[in-house]
């Protein structure tokens, strides 16, 4: 693989930040840090593309691509989220989210 | 050659929309003038059609044969299988053109002044031409099918008029009677229509009343219940001609449909539309006669009992219009038991050309009869005999007119109803001498009930009147004379020179031996009348007690329509109609009603559930997943 650092590892260090991104997404309070979990999660499936893109096809690059695009999606993704989290600022003084229930049935 | 004859039919249908959409922009009088002098044109383009057919282009050697005057495709399903609209030049199609134009012209002119100040006189024109252009179409209808679309057509226009008075409950009553009647045994003639062209796989008269035509001669091998594919579509097709000529027992709504306005009954309910049944049969006749005889004997035994039957009650009805009615049911009775005894050929087909020749002569004593009967419903605001009496002096036209038509059909000669009664009797002298007989019985009430009519109405005690009666104005008049100069006249055409089952004319002549016993009845049965009506006597009333229940049954009708009632309401209603609501209501709605319901219960229960707390959904989310990827990874076994 990369200079003698085998596949495992990869497949290690993306499966840790999965699930420390979804332990935060579960325990988180503040909305921020909920969005920052989020991004964990997409980056640790990142990993995943580009350690196997280089595995299987190395020859290829649809793994590169693939993460490419996944990080634009994220940007976007999250310039929204923001833009939403800060309206929600504006309008209940505080980003907790266990206050956002007004959308129940 | 002809193609200038689709006007004919195309006249009145642009009068009913010029009338119907912009009539009310003028005085109303416009769209009854407007209405009329279109309906002359079409009448002059008829005669003259009637002419270069008869006399200059239609025989080819000494046959009248069959000419597509117009023809286009309108409905194409495959290239074998098309729907046409056309119009078809034959000796009975253009003997109609002139009947119907004639007639309705006369009824057109009639009603400027009948209709005079009446609720919506405009409508009453556009509905008349729309009758005229449908009635029109369905006889120069080139296919069955053509027949078929304007054969409804006629039927709508009838609901119209007979409904015209939209206001009294019996006219709503007698329309929607009329309508669903009719439309009933239309539903027979779709059958029969369906059955037929999928037996012979075409539409086209031409080639379905070919006697040497695949149509014929391929036969029809297919039994059902002991009758042939062809003999049973002949039925069903008589079915739907018997419901639009008022046979027994499709006929409860022709009494009912004198609702309407006088002159709708003249044109519609008397003169063309109810004669279009027997019509159907002669237009259909070598394939009754070739295929399906069996068929023919049904047309024959139920024109004879219609006939009797409906002589039997207009004797005893009091409604002049009724009694009208019954006697136009008797006299296409007599129509079709005369094509029901008729064979084919020249001498043959003596009975389809006295059926067509009594339809053309019929048409114009009825329509008179009618338009008298509107005259005199005009001057006394009264339908019921009981009501008048002593009339000849106030309408001195009419009671003459009245008189013609009636001597006319009694079937005194030298009038026309002599002439082509007397043709039907010879062709039913020919089948056997018991229909013969059954003929002059026929006769006999014939003249009576119309004298009965006639010497209670003109003759009779002198009634007092609230107010003078007086004769109509001269637009109602000279219809009647004209019509009368029909009455008179219309027997002196050599008819079997021009009208026959194949088209080959042949000398008819007059039988002493069926004429002098017909005139004789004729002559008894008005005598008759004439005994028990002239002056007040108690005969009819001693008559009548002696006669007891017979009576009593003949003067309701025979409980026809108590019968009819008893099926539908007692019957039909009860036992199918109100289960299948019950089914529909409770089982059908209830089974909708149920899911709805308990979908809308289990929700209300488990909203709680959506507590809107975000990570809560993200707990029950991912722990999901993570159980479904334990299941996969540790039960998936393949």
């Given amino acids: ?105 | 050659m002809f193609t200038y004859t689709v006007w004919i039919v195309l006249i009145p249908f642009f009068l009913f929309i010029l009338i119907g959409f912009f009539g009310h922009k003028f005085k109303p009088l416009v769209s009854g003038v407007v209405g009329t002098s279109g309906l002359f044109a079409s009448m002059a383009l008829s005669y003259y059609t009637a002419y270069q057919y008869f006399f200059v282009v239609g025989k080819t050697g000494d046959v009248f044969g069959k000419i597509i005057g117009y023809n286009t495709v309108w409905l194409k399903l495959t290239e074998k299988l098309h729907i046409d609209l056309g119009v078809l030049l034959d000796p009975i199609s253009v003997m109609m053109l002139i009947v119907i134009t004639t007639v309705s012209f006369m009824v057109h002119l009639y009603s400027i002044g009948y209709m005079q100040g009446e609720k919506g006189y405009m409508r009453f024109f556009s509905m008349l031409s729309l009758f005229s252009f449908s009635m029109l179409g369905l006889v120069v209808a080139t296919n069955i099918f053509q027949m078929y679309i304007f054969w409804e057509l006629v039927g709508v226009s009838s609901y119209l008029l007979i409904g015209f008075y939209y206001t009294r409950d019996t006219a709503v009553a007698a329309s929607k009677k009329a309508f669903i009647v009719t439309r009933f045994a239309d539903l027979g003639f779709l059958i029969g229509i369906l059955l037929l062209s999928f037996n012979t796989g075409t539409f086209d008269f031409l080639t379905l009343t070919d006697p040497n035509g695949v149509a014929i001669t391929q036969g029809s091998g297919i039994m059902f219940l002991g009758l042939s594919t062809m003999t049973w579509s002949m039925i069903f097709i008589f079915m739907g001609g018997a419901g639009k000529s008022a046979m027994f027992p499709l006929h409860i709504w022709l009494p009912d449909a004198m609702e309407g306005p006088t002159p709708v009954s003249a044109l519609i309910h008397a003169a063309t539309m109810v004669v279009a049944g027997v019509y159907l049969v002669a237009r259909m006749f070598p394939i009754f006669h070739f295929s399906a005889p069996v068929a023919l004997d049904v047309v024959m035994c139920v024109g004879a009992f219609s006939s009797i039957f409906a002589a039997v009650i207009a004797c005893t009805q009091y409604d002049i219009k009724r009694v009208l009615a019954y006697s136009t049911m008797s006299q296409i009775g007599l129509m079709m038991f005369a094509l029901g005894v008729s064979g084919y050929g020249a001498e043959e087909g003596l009975g389809f050309m006295a059926s067509m020749f009594h339809l053309f002569t019929h048409a114009f004593f009825k329509a008179l009869l009618f338009l008298a009967a509107g005259a005199i419903i005009h001057a006394v605001h009264s339908n019921y005999m009981n009501d008048m009496g002593g009339l000849r002096k106030h309408l001195p036209i009419t009671h003459i007119t009245f008189l013609i038509a009636c001597l006319s059909i009694a079937g005194i000669p030298p009038l026309a109803g002599f002439f082509s009664k007397d043709e039907i009797l010879a062709a039913g002298h020919e089948k056997s001498m018991m229909l013969f007989i059954l003929g002059l019985i026929i006769s006999a009430l014939t003249a009576f009930y119309m004298f009965r009519l006639y010497f209670s109405i003109f003759w009779g005690k002198q009634q007092q009147y609230h107010h003078t009666p007086h004769e109509a104005p001269k637009v109602m008049t000279i219809p009647l004379i004209l019509l009368a100069l029909g009455a008179v006249f219309a027997g002196f055409i050599p008819f079997s020179s021009f009208v026959t089952s194949d088209g080959k004319p042949f000398a008819s002549h007059i039988d002493f031996a069926v004429a002098i016993p017909a005139v004789l009845v004729g002559v008894l049965g008005a005598l008759t009348a004439m005994m028990f009506y002239m002056k007040e006597t108690n005969i009819p009333e001693t008559i009548s007690r002696s006669l007891g229940g017979f009576y009593r049954a003949a003067f309701r009708k025979f409980y026809i329509d108590e019968i009819y009632l008893f099926i539908t309401k007692k019957i039909l209603f009860n036992y199918v109609s109100r289960p299948v609501a019950w089914f529909d209501r409770h089982i059908v709605d209830g089974s909708m009603n149920g899911i709805s319901y308990v979908t809308n219960e289990v929700s209300t229960r488990i909203k709680g559930m959506q507590s809107g707390q975000l990570q809560q959904y993200a707990w029950i989310f991912v722990s999901g997943a993570i159980g479904l990827a334990l299941a996969f990874i540790y039960l998936w076994t393949l």
């Fill in chain 1, 1 to 105: 693989m990369f200079e003698g650092v085998p596949l495992t590892w990869f497949l290690i260090l993306a499966t840790i930040m999965f699930f420390v991104g979804i332990y935060g997404f579960l325990v988180r309070k503040n909305l921020i840090t909920i969005l920052m979990s989020l991004e964990l999660i997409l980056n640790s499936v990142n990993i995943n593309f580009v350690a196997f893109n280089k595995l299987l096809y190395p020859e290829h690059l649809e793994g590169m691509f693939f993460t490419v695009f996944i990080i634009a999606v994220a940007a976007a993704e999250a310039s929204v989220a923001i833009a939403i989290i800060i309206n929600i600022y504006r309008r209940l003084v505080n980003i907790d989210v266990e206050n956002m229930k007004e959308m129940k049935y």
